[in-house]
């Protein structure tokens, strides 16, 4: 009587080889007259450690990792009898095993380790995730977040598309977008929708927008990344002086960070703390990553406010950075 299936555990094989031992079995199985049996693929990885730092870029482990892994999956899929007789290929294995057991790193992800470094946090939240996690989700997905969006498919799911960037609105975002500002608040779309720190996400010029499927209909539903946290990770600011505060600046004790002038115009009139979070520096002068050019800035949980002096008396004397096109450049916004 034909098997259901016959798993294989191969480990590590290159993916040439591994595609010849498979057919070979595959034929070897139908020479016996069994039709029906697809092969399970149970255990396929590369090792790779991560680096000392979510904030690095990968290392030389975590290339060939992910490597290994977008041409096994790649040419599973376009291989039309590989595709036709593997039922199954499970990578070995989502997580690195658990601290102080390190001889193997086959993880796309390291979880954060509680203190001592002798067990996971209780959390279960990642501390960083590899470069070969970023490619498992291209394959899912069919497509590379940067990839251009068809025209004729956007319009058809009533997305909105925008030919200067090739890229739509996801549905799940776009009456936020329009609701919120829109163009002027949050610019473009610069990416396809993808997975980032566990919600569906899409870059824009100015913002990273979220979907949080536990607030579904609530007004937290859509939520904007906390862009500028992120943004200033590892850097530290000197925090206000609750004691010697200007009656023209708003102290907020929440942050230790005060807001006033035209950005605090802005950040009333525009959003305010819905929309940006508290002040988390005061305002300081910065090199601007996009021109070039000192400004002005302050940054908010959220996102980060210009000053443009050139723009002085109308609706962009306040410009929010564009931290959206500076994070999804740097291309690690997926760690």
């Not at 501390?127 to 490619?135: D, N, Q, R």
């Not at 919120?180 to 100015?206: A, D, N, T, W």
């Not at 929010?320 to 994070?327: A, D, K, Q, T």
């Amino acid at each position: 009587m034909p098997w259901d299936g016959v798993a294989i555990h191969p480990y590590f094989l290159e993916p040439a080889k591994l595609f010849d031992m498979l057919k070979d079995f595959t034929r070897k199985l139908r020479d016996r007259g069994d039709y029906r049996s697809k092969l399970w693929l149970t255990e396929v990885g590369a090792e790779a450690s991560p680096p000392d730092n979510p904030h690095d870029a990968p290392t030389e482990d975590e290339v060939k990792q992910a490597s290994f892994l977008r041409a096994l999956y790649s040419g599973i899929l376009e291989d039309p009898e590989l595709k036709g007789n593997i039922a199954h290929c499970f990578w070995f294995k989502y997580e690195d095993f658990v601290p102080g057991n390190y001889t193997h790193n086959y993880g796309l992800v390291r979880l954060q380790e509680a203190l001592g470094g002798k067990d996971y946090d209780p959390s279960g939240k990642v501390w960083v995730h590899k470069l070969a996690y970023k490619v498992y989700q291209e394959l899912a997905q069919g497509y590379a977040v940067d990839d251009p969006m068809d025209k004729e498919d956007a319009l058809t799911t009533h997305e909105l598309y925008f030919d200067e960037t090739g890229q739509a609105i996801a549905p799940q975002f776009a009456e936020y977008w329009q609701e919120k500002g829109g163009l002027e608040r949050f610019g473009y779309p610069i990416s396809r929708p993808v997975m980032c720190h566990g919600y569906l996400s899409q870059f824009f010029q100015r913002a990273v927008i979220e979907y949080h499927p536990e607030y579904a209909g609530t007004p937290n539903e859509v939520l904007l990344q906390l862009l500028g946290d992120e943004f200033t990770d590892g850097r530290s600011f000197d925090k206000a002086d609750p004691n010697s505060v200007p009656p023209d600046r708003i102290y907020y004790p929440q942050s230790g960070h005060t807001l006033g002038g035209a950005f605090q115009n802005f950040w009333q009139t525009t959003g305010g703390l819905a929309l940006y979070g508290y002040p988390i520096s005061e305002e300081i002068s910065e090199v601007s990553p996009t021109d070039g050019q000192t400004y002005a800035v302050q940054y908010f949980e959220r996102n980060r406010f210009e000053y443009h002096p050139e723009a002085a008396g109308t609706q962009y004397e306040v410009q929010l950075g564009l931290l959206g096109s500076n994070l999804f450049k740097s291309d690690l916004w997926w760690r």
